[in-house]
């Protein structure tokens, strides 16, 4: 059974969101996400590569975007961040 996790500034991030549009769109995306963990983008920017380390997904949540990672031996999902999407340049 597959595990997710969500790092605590995940959870920082998310609560700082206060329009019911994009979270409502978070969590389908989350919801996508852990149903098919390959379906972000693993061509991640070098500043996000440099603050979570490799093997990075990214999948837009307009205006923000998902920072996850997943472990296909352990089945473990992990959500690192959900930086403005103009933060990670």
């Known amino acids: 059974m597959r595990s997710v996790v969500y790092a605590d500034n995940f959870a920082d991030n998310v609560a700082a969101i206060y329009s019911h549009r994009v979270l409502s769109l978070l969590d389908r995306r989350l ?10 983008n693993p061509n991640v920017r070098p500043s996000l590569t440099e603050r979570f380390g490799p093997t ?4 837009p949540v307009p205006p923000y975007t998902i920072v996850y990672r997943y472990d296909d031996e352990r089945d473990r999902l992990e959500f690192l961040a959900l930086p403005y999407d103009r933060s990670v340049w």
């Not at 919801?31 to 972000?40: C, L, R, V, Y």
Request: no cysteine; aromatic share 14%.
């Open 31 to 40: 919801a996508a996400i852990e149903s098919h963990p390959f379906i972000g």
């Open 56 to 59: 990075l997904r990214t999948f």
